[in-house]
């Protein structure tokens, strides 16, 4: 068995010395990775931090989304049949075995859910195939988390053809015209989701899209809808979801965006294994707790009226925030991309307390659509070069102080220190 | 060609591809950002374009010798104005909706960097003759990129052309629409054309890859 396997690689290995140089090659290591170990190593790279390869992290993060996947399989379901139930004037309560945990559920959910996986791979995974080839590089191995939060942060619905084509425009043009995986300013998952938000507006927002089938049957007998808590909140409208759903995750939302627990469980397991920044994490969660104490104390103090339409999402309670939308999945699985992150210690401080700052900012004030995670980590994504640029910057200025003011030195040091100035400057 | 001596015909084909006012010299994007969302006002404003360069590096060509250099861009200014508002005028008085879509862009030709540039840069050292066509082949580079962009951004965006319902009827669900596609809403907000302009120029340097600028 095991002499089969050794002649299998050791084929392969030669298969791929006699492709080397010429067209396919790119193509035929990307399989053969698949298979085996290569025998290089990456020698390159922004985000090598350490002994894990690119690979090792990429499937470090996947991992941390499978449950959040598997929690988006019943979720789907559940919240199909709880639609069509509350159409019917049978609210549902939840209950996790009795009516959530259900093969019904698992099933309509995996019919759904998967088609959208499969897509998002295989588009994606074309496009960078296809580049790799033209370009004459190796195949990176950056698509692997893209293709996986992709449809995870997509409604349910969303149509096949629209998440190829936003799949090839943030393949392309968010990551590939600036150089390929490590190379990118922008997170590319996230501007898939921003397109298909600018250029499918209808299938992204409203009280339709969350709920399998809703689109299909508006205006028919059968109609049903699944409005998202903040869409309540943005209409000045009651929902019917206690605390507990909205932490569970038993609440309408994009795919895999839900479940606030899920996704800490995704977060604690990424922050112990070193793979995201925890500071990013927790200055996000402070920055969004700040963001919503002042909506509160506005809301408190009377400076806003019950009329105003801001007036809910105002006095949303400013923990709930962290707890409904895709806050959490934003700030655990995109906000922490150590690509379009800040790079420094500081940095990520001021980045992510500004990205949940900026979040709930959005959220409360977005006309159109009141969730707002997506644009804010866009824009920070492009302010984190500037942010580290002045981390560094002060870094120098604050070092160089200390040299002048260091009595041990040799006197010489005034004149060393403004040398090093204006190497710097 | 036996009308233009090979140095004139340069003249006119060279801003239309290797020294493209927009791809290559990145003048005048403004407009090409405002106006693109319909091919039938970035083909007007290419004609406009066209006219105004053509007609205003001829003015300039004829008065170069006897404009004094201190006070030259006033001149410039004032010869530019005067065409752009025969523009404007034309244009109210024979198209007035297509002019109501174009908005202060035509009046906002004047600050085009292509038509100050070529005023700069060639009118104000060449013959009437040679000017001429030299604004008319920058004009005429420019509004190449602005009909390319046009085109893809009403086809995309609205799924029509001139207005045309070439794609079908996306409220009657006719077409392409029967089949489930949209109209794509990105197209139509003014990032789209810049995205587009970034592909042209994309697409064209690793074409011609002694374009590409060294740093």
């Known amino acids: 068995m095991s002499d089969k396997r050794l002649t299998l690689k050791k084929r392969l290995h030669i298969i791929k010395h006699s492709l080397r140089g010429k067209k396919v090659a790119p193509a035929f290591n990307a399989f053969h990775t698949f298979l085996y170990t290569p025998d290089e190593t990456t020698h390159n790279g922004a985000h090598v931090r350490g002994a894990d390869d690119l690979k090792r992290t990429m499937n470090t993060v996947i991992m941390a989304l499978i449950p959040v996947l598997l929690f988006s399989f019943f979720n789907t379901g559940y919240q199909y049949y709880a639609a069509i139930d509350a159409a019917n004037g049978m609210p549902r309560e939840v209950d996790l075995f009795g009516n959530f945990l259900t093969w019904e559920n698992f099933w309509l959910g995996f019919t759904q859910v998967i088609p959208l996986v499969i897509v998002s791979y295989g588009v994606g995974l074309l496009v960078e195939f296809i580049f790799a080839v033209i370009k004459g590089h190796e195949v990176e191995e950056g698509y692997l988390v893209t293709g996986m939060l992709v449809p995870l942060i997509v409604p349910v619905d969303t149509p096949l053809w629209m998440l190829a084509v936003a799949v090839v425009f943030g393949v392309v ?5 600036f150089g390929g995986t490590g190379m990118n ?30 689109v299909e049957r508006a205006g028919t007998a059968d109609a049903i809808s699944g409005e998202t808590i903040l869409g309540s909140l943005a209409q ?7 605390t507990a759903d909205m932490f569970f995750g038993f609440i309408p939302g994009s795919v895999g965006e839900t479940s606030a627990f899920l996704i800490l469980l995704g977060g604690l397991f990424l922050v112990f294994s070193k793979i995201a920044s925890w500071r990013i ?4 969660v402070i920055g969004a707790l700040t963001m919503g104490l002042i909506f509160n104390g506005v809301a408190d103090a009377g400076w806003i009226g019950e009329s105003s339409r801001f007036y809910s999402l105002m006095s949303f309670d400013f923990w709930k925030h962290l707890i409904v939308g895709g806050l959490a999945f934003g700030i655990v699985y995109m906000a922490t991309d150590p690509v379009t992150g800040s790079q420094t210690n500081r940095g990520k401080w001021v980045y992510g307390f500004l990205i949940g700052f900026l979040s709930v900012m959005i959220r ?18 492009v302010f984190a070069p500037t942010i580290d640029h002045y981390v560094i910057r002060g870094n120098v200025r604050r070092r160089l102080k200390r040299l002048k003011t260091a009595t041990i030195l040799p006197k010489t040091t005034d004149g060393k220190a403004e040398q090093l100035q204006a190497e710097t400057v | 060609m036996a009308l233009l001596s090979k140095k004139d015909t340069n003249l006119i084909l060279d801003p239309l591809a290797d020294n493209n006012p927009i791809t290559i010299q990145v003048l005048g994007i403004c407009s090409a950002l405002a106006i693109t ?13 066209i006219f105004v360069l053509g007609a205003g590096n001829v003015v300039i060509s004829l008065m170069r010798n006897i404009i004094p250099s201190k006070i030259r861009i006033i001149v410039q200014l004032i010869v530019v104005a005067t065409l752009v508002i025969i ?6 008085a024979f198209a007035y909706e297509l002019s109501k879509t174009l908005a202060v862009f035509v009046g906002l030709i004047i600050t085009n960097c292509i038509i100050m540039g070529r005023f700069e840069a060639f009118a104000l050292g060449n013959g009437p003759w040679r ?5 008319i082949g920058n004009a005429l580079g420019y509004g190449v990129i602005l009909v390319i962009v046009g085109f893809f951004r009403e086809l995309l965006g609205s799924g029509t052309l001139f207005g045309f319902k070439v794609l079908g009827d996306p409220i009657a669900k006719t077409g392409v629409y029967s089949i489930g596609y949209e109209n794509n809403g990105f197209m139509i907000i003014p990032p789209a054309a810049l995205i587009v302009v970034g592909i042209i120029i994309w697409v064209q340097r690793s074409r011609n890859r002694t374009l590409i600028e060294e740093h």
């Open chain 1, 364 to 381: 409360v004030f977005n006309p159109a659509y009141p969730e707002g995670v997506f644009l804010a980590i866009l824009l920070m994504n």
């Open chain 1, 281 to 284: 994490m927790l200055s996000a």
């Open chain 1, 173 to 177: 043009i968010g990551k590939e015209v």
């Open chain 2, 87 to 92: 523009v404007d005028q034309v244009l109210k």
């Open chain 1, 185 to 214: 300013i922008l997170n590319p998952a996230l501007t898939i989701r921003a397109f298909l938000f600018f250029a499918y507006p209808t299938w992204m927002s409203g009280d339709k899209v969350w709920v399998h089938e809703a």
């Open chain 2, 37 to 49: 969302a319909e091919l039938k006002a970035s083909v007007v404003m290419a004609l406009s374009v």
């Open chain 1, 236 to 242: 000045n409208a009651e929902y019917s979801y206690s």
């Open chain 2, 131 to 135: 000017s001429f066509l030299d604004g």
